[in-house]
């Protein structure tokens, strides 16, 4: 079954750090470039970083840099997205996505985790 289930959300206090991780099954997850997206209440998905399938281009939004850092293990399947400095405006549930143009499927989505700052 080709899934990603994400997992590491909650809640955290402002100024506090989080580890959101993503496993990947069912697919040759190194074939794929992993993504981190989130989207905040009323607002739009907004991608947040990218990270090509070899682990070598990682793209940050300018309101995450020197924050967050993505990571990815094909070895194990896995992409994590670690996150500092937290604050209210990081509030969203976040979703991991695979993408591969040349692949199919092309792109898969997981469910999504919440994460919230709040005091």
Known sequence: QVQLVESGGGLVQPGGSLTLSCAASGFTFSQYAMSWYRQAPGKERELVVRI???GGVRNYVDSVKGRFTISRDNAKNTAALRMNSLGPEDTAVYYC???????YPTAIWGQG???TVSS
């Open 97 to 103: 996505k695979a993408d591969c143009y040349v692949c």
């Open 113 to 115: 985790t919440q994460v």
């Open 52 to 54: 090509t399938g070899a």
